[in-house]
């Protein structure tokens, strides 16, 4: 069953902190995975893409991670801020399969 | 990237009636997805709205509940008919924007009492 899987589904940490979210897929064929913000209210914003044959890929604050082996993909944000506070989800685009999201809150 | 102007923003209905959301995208896209997203649950696609072609419907979701219309290239109509309180979700529409992904619509958050 193609499947998209977040972790943790929610997690609050203090501005200025690291934190690291995580993205199971078991979906094929597999070509590329995006993850996502959603603030509050609004339509999802990409955040970036990784395509089968990336392992790493940074945005500003952001890096994503893949391991195409386990079918695990990873977000780290950096120094976090008040304005990070979001829901953030892992989409495997091949089947517009979207995961639950993690809502992060982040808390001065 | 392209723009979406989605509307309403949100609405509160009554049961049995029907709302029509808008999306108008300020550059010609040929796919146009509608998706729901119902309180702490994923997105789901709904159907994909093509231009001149009626719209595929995804598995659970019929042309009866959630007509579509797409009149051209820039515009597109999701209306959710006979609302009971289990369509209270939001509703957004999206367009592939290739390498970039797809850019979504504000959303409309529907409540149905």
């Known amino acids: 069953k193609n499947q998209v899987e977040q972790s943790p589904q929610s997690l609050i940490i203090l501005e200025g902190k690291n934190c690291t979210l995580q993205?199971?897929?078991?979906?094929?064929?597999?070509?590329?995975l995006r993850w996502y913000k959603q603030d509050t209210g609004r339509g999802p914003v990409s955040l970036t893409i990784?395509?089968?044959?990336?392992n790493t890929k940074s945005n500003g604050r952001y890096t994503a991670t893949l391991d195409a082996d386990t079918k695990q993909s990873s977000l780290h944000i950096t120094a976090s801020q008040l304005s990070d506070s979001a829901s953030y989800i892992c989409v495997v685009v091949d089947k517009l399969i979207f995961g639950t999201g993690t809502r992060l809150q982040v808390f001065p | 990237s392209a723009v979406i102007s989605q509307k309403p923003s949100r609405d509160i209905c009554q049961r049995g009636t029907s709302l029509t959301i808008q999306c108008q995208v300020d550059s010609q896209v040929t796919m146009m997805f509608w998706y729901r997203q119902q309180p702490g649950q994923s997105l789901t696609l709904i159907a994909t709205?093509?231009?001149?072609?009626?719209?595929?419907?995804e598995s659970g979701f019929v042309i009866d509940k959630f007509p579509i219309s797409r009149p051209n290239l820039t515009f597109s109509t999701l209306t959710v008919s006979n609302m009971s309180p289990e369509d209270s979700s939001i509703y957004l529409c999206s367009v592939p924007q290739g390498a970039r992904g797809y850019t979504f619509g504000s959303g409309t958050r529907l409540t149905v009492v």
């Open positions: 993205c199971n897929y078991t979906v094929s064929p597999f070509s590329n």
């Open positions: 990784m395509t089968f044959s990336e």
């Open positions: 709205a093509n231009q001149g072609s009626e719209a595929t419907y």
